[in-house]
């Protein structure tokens, strides 16, 4: 069965850190490119960032509002993608999905059950 | 960056009727790279359609897609009471970016 796991999500104080990660099984994680989708508490789907696959370059891309904060890595001898995140601030609040395609690039097929991130004083 | 609007924001329909939803780009979206979603509430989004109008596997036939360059269109044929959901179009084009949803209500 094709699985994505997140975890490492919780409160946190703005300006502090948190590491996510998203274990995978059940595909070939090591050609996958991973990506992190969040969605606010009542609001709609945002992607994060994407880390392509160590074939295709391992090169990784943000959205605009997490660039210079987060970073996204990944450890294929582990099928685990993370997602470290400095500097947080109140509206990184949101529920963290990791998610994956593969049947046409970035239309992802494959989610996690996601991982709830509270940044708060 | 592509920014995505869908229309309408809300549709109430009834069980059986036809459902079309909206999905505009505010620059063309190349070779088709546009995908639609479903999300229930507590629920991680399914992949309804790729390549704008491409079902993966285990998807009902009701949902279809269409369309190209800056327009594009889900349409779910004839509508069930499990269809009542958020639906997302996303382009990948140019980055990623997903519109702000339409959610569908089933009378």
């Known amino acids: 069965e094709v699985q994505l796991v997140e975890s490492g999500g919780g409160l946190v104080k703005p300006g502090g850190s948190l590491r996510l990660s998203c274990a995978a099984s059940?595909?070939?994680?090591?050609?996958?490119?991973m990506n992190w989708v969040r969605q606010a508490p009542g609001k709609g789907l945002e992607w994060v960032g994407r880390?392509?696959?160590?074939?295709?370059?391992?090169?990784?891309d943000y959205t605009a509002p997490v660039k210079g904060r987060f970073t996204i890595s990944r450890d294929d001898s582990k099928t685990t993608l993370y997602l470290q995140m400095n500097s947080l601030k109140t509206e990184d609040t949101a529920v963290y999905f990791c998610?994956?395609?593969?049947?046409?690039?970035?239309?992802?097929?494959?989610w996690g059950q996601g991982t709830m991130v509270t940044v708060s004083s | 960056e592509i920014v995505l609007t869908q229309s309408p924001g809300t549709l109430s329909l009834s069980p059986g009727e036809r459902a079309t939803l909206s999905c505009r780009a505010s620059?063309?979206?190349?070779?088709?790279?546009l995908a639609w979603y479903q999300q229930k509430p507590g629920q991680a989004p399914r992949l309804l359609i790729y390549?704008?109008?491409s079902r993966p596997a285990g998807i009902p036939d009701r949902f279809s897609g269409s369309g190209s360059g800056t327009d594009f269109t889900l349409t779910i044929s004839r509508l069930e009471p499990e269809d009542s959901a958020v639906y997302y179009c996303?382009?990948?084009?140019?980055?990623?970016?997903f519109g702000q949803g339409t959610k569908v209500e089933i009378k």
């Open positions: 998610a994956s395609g593969t049947y046409h690039y970035d239309a992802f097929d494959i």
């Open positions: 059940g595909y070939t994680f090591t050609n996958a490119w």
């Open positions: 880390v392509k696959s160590k074939t295709d370059g391992g090169t990784t």
């Open positions: 620059q063309s979206v190349s070779s088709n790279y």
């Open positions: 390549g704008a109008s």
């Open positions: 996303q382009q990948y084009h140019n980055s990623r970016t």
